[in-house]
C-alpha cells in the first residue's frame, strides 16, 4: 500500500518553532498512525515536503525505518517551491530529503500557473492508494482541494482515505498525556 501524508502546514497550526510540545504531540500522534499503517500493510510513505504535518510524519518515518521494511518518498511539487521556507525548515527537509528513499519533482520546472496544484493532487493521488489528511472542514485552508479529490475518489472505490480531524488529536492527548 501506498500512502500520501499531508495535512496543516505549521503556521496553520499556530507552530512557529520544532521545540513547542505541540510538535512533540502531534509527532507521537502521527508516529502512532503510521505504525498502524504499516501493521495494515503500508510500504511507502509519500509526501510533497510541506512543513508542519509532513514534515512532522517524514520524520517519524526516517526513524521507524530502523525497525521497519518501509520506504519514503517525497515528490516536491515544481522547483523552488520551498524558496520561502525559514533557513530550519529549508535544514529539516534536505534532511528529509537525504533520507528519502525517493526523491523527485513532479513539475520540472518552477510554478507557473494555480492549474498545476490540480495536476499536482492529481497525480498524487493516481500514485498513492491511501491518503493520511489531517484536516478539519471548520478550519479550511487550501487542503479542501486534495480532500475534495479524496473524496470525490473515495466514492468511485477508488482510493481510501483516512481523515483526522481535531477532535480525534484531543482525544489523543488526554488519553496519553492528562489520562
Known amino acids: 500500500m501506498n500512502v500520501f501524508i499531508t495535512g496543516y502546514r505549521h503556521y496553520e497550526m499556530g507552530i512557529f518553532k520544532n521545540d513547542q510540545k505541540e510538535v512533540t504531540v502531534l509527532r507521537a500522534f502521527l508516529r502512532d498512525k503510521i505504525i498502524q499503517l504499516i501493521e495494515e500493510g503500508a510500504e511507502w510513505f509519500i509526501i510533497q515536503g510541506y512543513t508542519g504535518i509532513e514534515m512532522y510524519a517524514a520524520n517519524e518515518i526516517i526513524d521507524l525505518k530502523a525497525d521497519y521494511?518501509?520506504?519514503?518518498?517525497?515528490?516536491?511539487?515544481?522547483?523552488?517551491?520551498?524558496d520561502r521556507y525559514n533557513d530550519s525548515h529549508k535544514i529539516e527537509l534536505n534532511n528529509i530529503i537525504a533520507h528519502a528513499d525517493f526523491a523527485r519533482f513532479i513539475f520540472e520546472r518552477e510554478y507557473e500557473s494555480p492549474a498545476m496544484f490540480k495536476a499536482i493532487n492529481q497525480f498524487i493521488t493516481s500514485?498513492?492508494?491511501?491518503?493520511?489528511?489531517?484536516?478539519?472542514?471548520?478550519?479550511?485552508?487550501?487542503?479542501?482541494y486534495i480532500f475534495s479529490l479524496m473524496l470525490e475518489l473515495q466514492e468511485k472505490n477508488q482510493y481510501n482515505i483516512e481523515r483526522i480531524q481535531f477532535d480525534e488529536i484531543n482525544d489523543f492527548v488526554n488519553d496519553r498525556y492528562d489520562g
Open 69 to 82: 521494511d518501509i520506504k519514503l518518498g517525497l515528490l516536491k511539487p515544481f522547483h523552488n517551491f520551498d
Open 127 to 144: 500514485h498513492t492508494d491511501y491518503g493520511l489528511i489531517v484536516y478539519d472542514s471548520e478550519a479550511e485552508t487550501n487542503l479542501k
